[in-house]
C-alpha cells in the first residue's frame, strides 16, 4: 500500500482560524481551531493516522483554490463552492454528508427532513451524527441543519460559528 501525502495549510476567517487539509483527490478536511486545543495537532494526528504523511504545505493547488473560494464566501460573493472534494466513505454517514451539499445557500431544514430526504426517516440520530462529523464544515453546509423545534442544534466550530454562518447567508 502507498502512503498518500496530506497537504495542510491555515486561513483566517470570521469564525476564527481554519486549518484546510487535502489529499490529490481533493479537499478532505477543514477544521476550525477550536477543535484542536494543542495548536492543531489533534486535527493532525487524526489525518496522520490514516497512514498518509500530513505536511504543510501553502502552495498547495486545492488549498490555494479552497482558500480562495472561502474568503469569496465570508465577502459575500460566492454561495457553492467549486472544490475537488476526497469523500472515499460510502456509509450512511457519508450519503448523509453528500446531501447537505443540496441543501441551496440561505435555506435550512432540519435533522428529521434530511434522514426523510435519505429514505431513512426513523435516522434522525445518525443525522445528527453525521452533521457532527462533517470533515468539510462550511463547505460542505451542516451548518444549515436544525433542529426540528427550530433550535440551532450542535455545530463542530459552536454555536457561534453557527449563529455566524445562518445569518451571513440570510442577509443580516
Not at 5 to 30: F, Y
Not at 106 to 111: A, P, V
Not at 134 to 139: C, E, Q
Request: net charge negative; proline share 6%; glycine share 10%.
Amino acid at each position: 500500500m502507498t502512503s498518500t501525502t496530506i497537504a495542510w495549510r491555515t486561513v483566517g476567517s470570521p469564525v476564527g482560524r481554519l486549518l484546510l487539509a487535502s489529499s490529490p483527490t481533493g479537499l478532505v478536511r477543514v477544521a476550525f481551531e477550536s477543535e484542536s486545543t494543542d495548536g492543531w495537532g489533534t486535527v493532525l494526528d487524526a489525518l496522520a493516522e490514516t497512514g498518509a504523511t500530513v505536511t504543510e504545505d501553502p502552495t498547495d493547488a486545492t488549498l490555494a483554490a479552497a482558500a480562495t473560494q472561502l474568503d469569496e464566501y465570508f465577502a459575500g460573493t460566492r454561495r457553492d463552492f467549486d472544490l475537488p472534494l476526497d469523500r472515499p466513505d460510502r456509509t450512511f454517514r457519508q450519503h448523509v454528508q453528500r446531501y447537505l451539499g443540496t441543501i441551496p445557500y440561505g435555506r435550512t431544514t432540519t435533522y428529521r427532513e434530511v434522514a426523510e430526504a435519505v429514505s431513512n426517516p426513523k435516522a434522525v440520530r445518525a443525522v445528527g451524527t453525521a452533521c457532527a462529523t462533517n470533515p468539510l464544515p462550511v463547505i460542505v453546509p451542516c451548518h444549515r441543519v436544525l433542529r426540528t423545534d427550530g433550535g440551532l442544534g450542535g455545530y463542530l466550530g459552536g454555536p457561534d460559528a453557527k449563529r455566524f454562518l445562518l445569518a451571513l447567508e440570510s442577509g443580516h
